[in-house]
DNA sequence: TATCTCATGTAAGTGGTTACATGATTGC
DNA sequence: GCAATCATGTAACCACTTACATGAGATA
């Protein structure tokens, strides 16, 4: 239920085109969401066809048209509504725990490999977030920072912290395995 | 895609109703995938149409007939197929992100209350993580287990590590959203 | 008398992915 | 000449949730 109110959270900051938004996506907010483009545009006609927001068609030069939406009244109470409605929490269903789950009939070979996979993957992000840290919050208690740039940095200490613990487990696990040695 | 791939490995392992699967996903399969059972009748029906599995009725006496699955050969098949796949990893998408990301909407006690609540939710599912670790897993070395007991425990920790560093950045939120202080 | 367990499902809706589709302009 | 960017979408499918539905026997 969240993607709706994102968009309406992203264009009553600034009314915006979907591309924009997609853009928005692949940055950013790529650290509190992920969505592809096909959902963006489905979901702001839904929006649309339900009051939440309405576009007004802009034609470029030398570029497509866009069309840019705006929030309304309606949109703005509706998202009211959400922020002070409970908060969701997620449920686990990852992938790499069923593999684990069918151990036997994987082997402990395979599945090392597996558990290598994820590690190497993990460390990737974690990295990659570090180095977003470094290079935008290079001075953590800087006061010229507005409030918007400490929320981004509290999403990206979540990443930060989500990909040690995984990198954390899949060493563990490796080294379990390795003191197990099956076969299937 | 991973639910069919569950239920091709628990059916494989032992034959079972789908009440049965029901009841599994309550229990330690639950570390490794949560379904209800809407979703796991809808989808062993699937897969006997697709002749992955297939059902005998058991009539049983002072209780409802139950419709026992096996797997077939086309099933392992199957399974082997997706066993040998690369693994998929999941997205982000966790609402109090969303709601971190309109803090400048919320305000700081309400983003605070939110985040306290999330930080409740953790700690005590960490603490239930722990007890059964602690219940079920009492020798942590012990040569008695059975492969199976060590997957489980493998998955186990998964959960325990993630809890830790959900805690952490929950604190971690808190204290910085303290220094900040900003009104919606 | 009421709730729990056993045992099965249907129906409707939401949310998300994959693949397909178009077409001009800008930069290498 | 080829890829990327700008800008929009449709169609089909898969995954998951919520609500509704039935009915017998066991336990408190």
Redesign the pocket.
């Known amino acids: ?4 109110h994102i968009l309406l959270i992203v264009i009553g900051r600034r009314p915006s ?4 938004i ?2 928005d996506f692949k940055e950013v907010l790529g650290f509190f969401w ?6 963006i ?5 839904k929006l649309d066809a339900h009051g939440l927001v309405r576009h007004t068609t802009v034609p ?1 030069d ?7 939406y705006r929030i309304t009244d309606q949109g703005w109470e509706e998202l009211r509504a959400w922020l002070r409605s409970p908060t ?1 929490i997620r ?1 686990v ?1 990852d992938e790499i725990l069923v593999k684990v789950y069918a151990g036997e009939l994987l082997g402990c070979e395979a599945l090392r490999r597996e558990l290598e996979q994820d590690r190497d993957r993990h460390a990737e992000q974690l990295r990659v977030y570090r180095e977003i840290e470094a290079t935008y919050f290079s001075t953590p208690t800087d006061k010229e920072a507005g409030i918007f740039d400490h929320l981004v940095r509290i999403a990206l200490r979540k990443g930060i912290l989500s990909e040690q613990a995984w990198l954390q487990w899949t060493e563990e696990s490796i080294a379990t395995l390795d003191r197990l040695e099956f076969r299937p």
């Open positions: 239920m969240a993607l709706k085109s979907g591309y924009d997609v853009k992920h969505a592809g483009h096909q959902q545009y489905r979901e702001l006609g470029q030398d570029r497509p048209d866009k069309k840019v969701q449920t269903n």
